[in-house]
């Protein structure tokens, strides 16, 4: 199983604002087959950004959510020199973790997501994922640090 | 200083980690040790009660409730949104510090969810003493806090039971509701008949108070040893009722389930065992052993009790009035419902069945002192309650509301509550007013020629106005004791279903 690959990492995502950015990072998974229902799971997503957006200080983004749309838990990197606001109080997100795990996922699965969620309380990890030249570096990274550490 | 946390969020699949990463940065970057119980989506793994017990302070960065909260009862808490955790661990612990150095220095104060006292203030070391008795009445008010809701639905059931039985039967309506079967309910229930809806009322009630002493026992062991301690409490309060030890025998079961289960839980056991340990040998040892206690250890010396207490009643028959009273008062309030209530009021009710109809009759006198020294101890604790709230933790205060209405119906049970969450000082309080009542419904002369209902039976009381001015004089002084021992001493102690504060510095 593999948490990322290299078509779910978009480097230049500069988009108007979160919901739109959030659907260019689910495209992803669509392409790779992961996600069966684009608008059905951007719904999802979006009812878990409406209790609370998920933007964290540090200038990250995390939309994530459990769906029934997912096939298997999968992250997709995207990064926005830019910046999208993203509801954070220090500001605009130059980091984004689309989060998707499916429905009733096994534990085996959730415990990768937690790995991976961890790992982005580390500057190391954010600071390597920010100057990756290339999406091979970013799958290079994750799989290093949250599926093989 | 060691810590334990909770964090959860929505999702259960984010935040929850992050929050934990935080939390675990913040604690090793300020040298303390922390333990994180992540409640997210993949389970959770509970921190063992011996890690909780030795946390200097409990911090909740949460997003959705604590699962299971009733673990943290009573340590120095800081609760925040799990937000905090991501954004600003050192500060979360920084608060933890404060939050545990205020229990140090002042425990009521930190408990009590109250603003911690500022730095400098008293220095009061928490000798090994003083934390047991703070540890017990934790105990003790997770039991009852557990109870309420049974002595409340319970409690107003049977009251409701009594009203609409007297406008259904007339004036002795309280004594015929009870004596409906419940065999003829469900077979014959009308939805017509305002007698059938009453005794539907009276035995859903009754039923309800049967559960009183067997939660308040099976959450005391709760409190004292986890899941573990829910079945042996829980049967060793159902036997409390049944050798009659009320619900001073059952906070006797709560302690013996809970410290057995907690005893045997923590034996060696080789790995093979362990997988049984949990499902079959903990449960089967600790409740037999509570078993063998409740009935063989604690059965039969109450029972002596019970029959000598009688008998001595019988010899004092004929003696003083009105000391009569005082003693049946202090009796019905001493236990609520225990066996030495039951002697009094036993004593009370075969003397009403031999009575001959004639008013003024000692008989009569006596049910009339028994009544109302039962009815003082709920009304005295909820005009407690009501007067000074502060002495009392949410969930007392609650049942206060409810204890208004429980003791006008002569439900002394209202009372336990506070009684089991304090019995030093409640109980005193309770057996001072109701001796008091007993003895000024003696001199009064008063009547009752009905052995239950409270006001619902005022019809078949003699000289009502006395009466009543008898229970307001009894309530009065056991409001004033319970105030003045309560204000002198440690408060409240926060229980599990209290809002909990936020300890900010």
Not at chain 2, 285 to 291: A, N
Request: proline share 6%; glycine share 12%.
């Amino acid at each position: 199983m593999s948490l990322i690959t290299e078509k779910l990492v978009v480097l230049n995502l500069d988009s108007a604002d979160r919901h739109v950015a959030t659907r260019v990072l689910a495209e992803a998974l669509v392409g790779e087959g992961r996600v069966t229902d684009l608008d059905g799971f951007l719904a999802d997503v979006r009812k878990r950004e409406e209790q609370m957006p998920t933007g964290l200080p540090g200038g990250i983004g995390i939309p994530h959510a459990r769906s029934a749309h997912v096939t298997e838990p999968s992250l997709v990197f995207g990064r926005a020199t830019g910046g999208i606001d993203w509801g954070a109080e220090d500001g605009p997100a130059t980091l984004i973790f689309l989060i998707a795990a499916p429905e009733g996922g096994d534990e085996a699965h959730l415990k990768i997501l937690a790995a991976l969620a961890r790992r982005l309380m580390r500057t190391e990890f954010r600071q390597s994922l920010m100057n990756a030249p290339d999406a091979t570096t970013v799958v290079d990274v994750v799989t290093r640090e949250v599926v093989n550490p | 200083m060691k810590f334990v946390a909770v964090t959860s969020c929505p999702t259960g699949i984010a935040h929850t980690y992050m929050a934990a990463e935080g939390l675990e940065q913040a604690a090793q970057a300020a040298d303390h040790t922390i333990e994180v119980e992540t409640q997210g989506s993949a389970g959770f793994d509970r921190l063992s009660p011996e890690t909780i017990a030795a946390a200097d302070a409990v911090i909740f960065a949460v997003g959705v409730p604590v699962r299971e909260r009733a673990r943290f009862a009573g340590k120095p808490l800081v609760e925040a949104d799990v937000k905090k955790a991501i954004s600003d661990g050192p500060g979360l612990i920084a608060q933890a510090v404060a939050a545990a150095e205020a229990e140090a220095a002042n425990p009521t104060a930190a408990r009590a969810g109250s603003p911690a006292p500022a730095a400098g203030g008293l220095s009061t070391k928490v000798d090994q003493h003083a934390s047991t008795g703070t540890r017990i009445r934790q105990w003790l008010m997770t039991g009852v806090s557990y109870m309420i809701p049974f002595v409340a639905a319970g409690g107003i059931l049977i009251a409701l039971g009594f009203m609409l039985a007297q406008a259904a039967w007339g004036e002795t309506g309280a004594i015929l509701v009870t004596k409906v079967p419940l065999a003829d309910i469900i077979s014959g229930f009308n939805p017509g008949s305002a007698q059938d809806w009453a005794a539907l009322l009276f035995q859903t009630g009754v039923a309800s108070f049967g559960f009183l002493v067997p939660i308040l026992a099976g959450f005391i062991a709760f409190a004292i040893a986890d899941r573990p301690g829910l079945a042996p409490g829980i049967v060793g309060g159902a036997l409390a009722g049944v050798v009659g030890a009320g619900f001073l025998g059952g906070i006797a079961a709560g302690f013996i389930g809970g410290f057995a289960a907690l005893w045997i839980s923590r034996w060696k056991v080789p790995k093979g065992m362990r997988g049984v340990m949990p499902v079959v040998v903990i449960p089967l040892l600790s409740v037999f052993i509570t078993g063998l206690v409740m009935i063989v250890v604690l059965g039969r010396p109450l029972k002596a009790l019970a029959d000598g207490l009688a008998s001595w009643l019988n010899g004092l028959s004929g003696a003083n009035l009105i000391l009569l009273g005082v003693i049946l008062g202090l009796m019905m309030a001493f236990d609520m419902g225990g066996p030495v209530n039951k002697v009094a009021y036993t004593f009370a009710t075969t003397g009403l069945a031999s009575a001959t109809t004639a008013t003024g009759g000692t008989s009569l006198k006596i049910m009339a002192a028994v009544m109302a020294a039962g009815m003082t101890p709920p009304l005295g604790m909820a005009l407690a309650t009501t007067i000074r709230r502060r002495l009392f933790s949410e969930a007392e205060r609650e049942n206060g509301q409810a204890a208004w209405l429980l003791g006008a119906s002569f439900i002394t049970e209202g009372a336990i509550p506070f009684a089991a969450a304090d019995p030093l000082r409640v109980i005193p309080s309770g057996m001072l007013g109701s001796a008091a009542t007993g003895g000024l419904v003696m001199l009064f002369g008063n009547t009752l020629r009905a052995p239950h209902g409270g006001i619902w039976v005022t019809p078949l009381i003699g000289s009502p106005l006395l009466y009543v001015l008898a229970i307001v004089i009894g309530t009065l002084i056991t409001t004033a004791a319970v105030v003045t021992l309560k204000a002198a001493g440690p408060g409240p102690v926060r229980d599990a279903l209290d809002e909990v504060e936020m300890v900010s510095v």
